[in-house]
């Protein structure tokens, strides 16, 4: 908004959000679609500790061996 010298309430601010959030939505369902029909594949790792991201690739780092097993496609 800064760099555009637009504000908040301004209607390319609120375009541009809009267009974001509808593109983001659509890419989730696009994954959530590949993942149910087992085409899923990851993009590389997150690393999820430096982040605090509890959820990625470091399961052992809280839970040792003993690893919940994640949800699967119906």
């Given at each position: ?65 003993d ?8």
């Open positions: 908004m800064k760099a555009a010298n637009k504000s908040l309430g301004s209607p390319e601010r609120m375009d541009r959000c809009a267009r974001l959030t509808a593109s983001m939505a659509y890419q989730l369902v696009t994954l959530l679609n590949d993942w149910k029909d087992g085409k899923y594949t990851t993009k590389g790792v997150v690393p999820a500790k430096q982040y605090g991201i509890q959820s990625q690739h470091n399961c052992n780092d809280c839970h040792g061996s690893v919940p097993s994640p949800p699967t496609a119906i």
